[in-house]
């Protein structure tokens, strides 16, 4: 049948073209110019849905995306393709072309790019610091992330020298103990992920970490604990601090190493 002759289907007479964009047609142009030259009866070449040829199935998983659903939309031009719906390794949804996913041109949330810029470290993706490290950029970079407005929109950031060089991470994460049963923790809960605000603890040991950001009166200014370790006037460290106002010493007294008044 010549592509430009009219047809009639359900009644009506329209151009094969403008058939294609009724919002009854369930294929693009060219698949239904196809059924109507092989024979097909015009409204059936309209309205059947098109056969799912996509090679991937539910629970397939390619790169970082598993797919969970997928279905067959059509675009503006009336072109049909497979879409569907993915679960990122970092826990993100992500909806998109299901070809794209499957021959590799996609193969993540956009995770994988904010994560590592450089690539993957070979042959430890998948260690506890570097799925730690992924947390830890997409709670402070990515806006979709659940956990986002309680680290990145309180300007939490991390380390450039791990964000920017994972194995940096890695390394330090081995040399300070990172074990299994413990999680990366920030000593000052308002500060960023830095070397020097970082430990790898328990949750008893992040519980009692509490302590670290009480507030202190001294010199008449008010900072936490750790911020007063970082002041230039602090003469000992954060544990020596807090055993010393336990005791009863003066903040000042505590804070800039002073003997304590008799």
């Not at 390619?62 to 497979?82: A, H, Q």
């Not at 719906?85 to 996913?101: H, N, W």
């Not at 994972?166 to 103990?177: A, D, K, L, M």
């Not at 460290?237 to 008799?262: F, H, P, V, Y």
């Amino acid at each position: 049948m010549p592509k430009g002759k009219d047809l009639l289907a359900f009644g009506e007479i329209k151009s094969i073209r403008q058939w294609s964009m009724d919002k009854r047609c369930k294929v693009p142009y060219m698949t239904l110019v196809s059924r109507l030259n092989n024979g097909m009866e015009a409204d059936m070449a309209i309205s059947t849905e098109q056969i799912d040829q996509c090679k991937m199935q539910i629970g397939d998983k390619i790169n970082r995306l598993t797919l969970i659903e997928k279905y067959i939309c059509k675009n503006k031009k009336g072109r049909t393709k497979t879409v569907g719906k993915f679960l990122c390794d970092c826990g993100e949804k992500y909806t998109g072309s299901v070809s794209l996913v499957y021959n590799q041109h996609v193969k993540s949330c956009g995770c994988l790019r904010i994560d590592h810029p450089n690539g993957l470290i070979h042959g430890k993706g998948g260690s506890k610091p570097l799925i730690t490290l992924t947390k830890m950029i997409q709670r402070c970079y990515n806006t979709k992330n659940k956990r986002y407005g309680t680290y990145g929109g309180r300007g939490i950031r991390v380390y450039d020298e791990w964000k920017n060089n994972p194995i940096n991470f890695y390394n330090w994460s081995i040399e300070n103990g990172c074990a299994d049963n413990l999680s990366i923790d920030r000593l000052d809960e308002n500060y960023h992920y830095y070397p020097e605000n970082c430990r790898w603890a328990t949750h008893k040991q992040q519980l009692e970490s509490g302590k670290n950001n009480r507030q202190i009166l001294a010199w008449n200014e008010i900072k936490s604990t750790l911020h007063w370790t970082r002041d230039y006037r602090c003469k000992t460290d954060i544990k020596t601090i807090q055993k010393r106002l336990d005791e009863g010493w003066s903040t000042e007294d505590a804070i800039g190493g002073m003997e304590k008044s008799t």
